[in-house]
């Protein structure tokens, strides 16, 4: 398979047919899942032929991703065994054929040749035109420059990527450096595959790391050459008095990204019923009946970085979350976002509620 690039299916995606010299008419077949088959068909008569078509295939797509339940943990030994290939029910694999004036300019499906579909979303709307053809994407699903803690006695969360193919068959690199001793760990990572690697290396639990993500580029003039993808840093938090909660939630990028909540946690129990009057005699003349119960907890971040608020934006906008594994949903609708220049010391308190009720119902 060759990867042409993401769509995040949670913003515009637009596939662009460009005049050549006029555009009378576009269309397009949108293949989804891997198909190999025509499952959506757009057409559109262009109002301005010197003007391009644009078909936004987000919605189509987004469809047909699955609705991720469970944030899938992988290893070194994994990756070490190439058996770290991303979670497939985080992503459809996607392909479209491109018609200008009835006439064939950029065929995919039957091919090897994909889209990525993940249900994230981007800063900017995404513009699939003629040259997003000729490239071979190489991405790495988190923040640039990511700092994050984790807590030691739990598994810590997945870096996810993409990296593309190579033509000489050279393998991309992963750098986990140790951030008290400075060694260098390095792994060899797949070329063209979607695979997920630890955020730490189990070497660095008590100490933590950085990583940075090497990836071959081969320019138009000169030798091949390693550049740099991705850089990001975490450190390991242990916590005394509390019992840390685990956060789980699905990302800006469409994948897994987890936190932990530090400080003291409050779980809380509302419960709800309705009451019918059966007699006016008696010590018993009221009788309650739909008695149900739900579950709520209120975290705190304890103390954070202005950086922080990247991950509570992502956060808040998530569709999926998972507190200490149990699908949750976020019930703090707004917050200030912090910054260092007006607070020293920042924090949050946020509230979720639990996606079921106590008493599940057989009807």
């Not at 005394?240 to 003291?264: E, N």
């Not at 739900?294 to 954070?304: A, E, F, G, M, R």
């Amino acid at each position: 398979m060759i990867y042409y690039g993401v769509i995040y299916t949670r913003s515009l995606s637009n596939v662009g047919i460009n005049p050549a010299p006029t555009t009378n008419n576009g269309g397009l077949d949108l293949s989804v899942n891997n198909s190999g088959q025509v499952d959506y068909e757009y057409y559109k008569v262009n109002p301005n032929p010197t003007e391009p078509l644009y078909f936004n295939v987000s919605p189509a797509i987004n469809d047909y991703i699955p609705n991720s339940q469970s944030f899938v943990p992988t290893t070194i030994a994994n990756v070490l065994a190439g058996t770290n290939t991303m979670q497939t029910d985080l992503y459809t694999l996607n392909q479209i054929d491109r018609y200008r004036n009835g006439v064939v300019i950029g065929a995919q499906i039957g091919s090897e040749n994909y889209w990525v579909g993940l249900k994230g979303y981007r800063d900017n709307e995404l513009t699939i035109t003629n040259d997003c053809y000729n490239t071979i994407s190489h991405e790495v699903f988190i923040n640039d420059f990511y700092t994050a803690y984790y807590d030691v006695n739990r598994p810590v969360g997945n870096i996810y990527m993409l990296l593309g193919y190579y033509q000489e068959g050279r393998a991309h690199k992963v750098d986990y450096i140790n951030n008290r001793t400075g060694v260098v760990i390095t792994i060899d990572l797949a070329e063209n595959k979607l695979q997920q690697i630890p955020y730490v290396h189990p070497d660095n639990i008590q100490d933590g790391n950085s990583v940075t993500i090497r990836y071959w580029n081969s320019p138009p003039i000169g030798a091949p050459s390693m550049r740099t993808l991705k850089e990001c840093i975490f450190y390991p938090k242990q916590e005394c008095k509390y019992t840390p909660v685990t956060c789980d939630f699905i990302s800006k990028y469409g994948v897994w990204k987890r936190l932990f909540f530090y400080k003291a946690s409050y779980l809380n129990l509302e419960m709800t019923n309705q009451m019918m009057k059966i007699s006016d005699f008696g010590i018993n003349q009221n009788r309650t009946f739909g008695t149900q119960g739900s579950l709520s907890i209120k975290v705190n971040t304890d103390w954070v970085g202005e950086e922080f608020n990247q991950d509570l934006i992502e956060l808040m906008t998530s569709e999926n979350i998972l507190i200490d594994g149990v699908p949750a949903r976020m019930k703090t609708k707004s917050t200030e976002l912090h910054r260092n220049i007006n607070n020293k010391t920042i924090n949050y308190t946020l509230e979720f509620d639990f996606n079921s009720d106590i008493i599940r119902k057989s009807l």
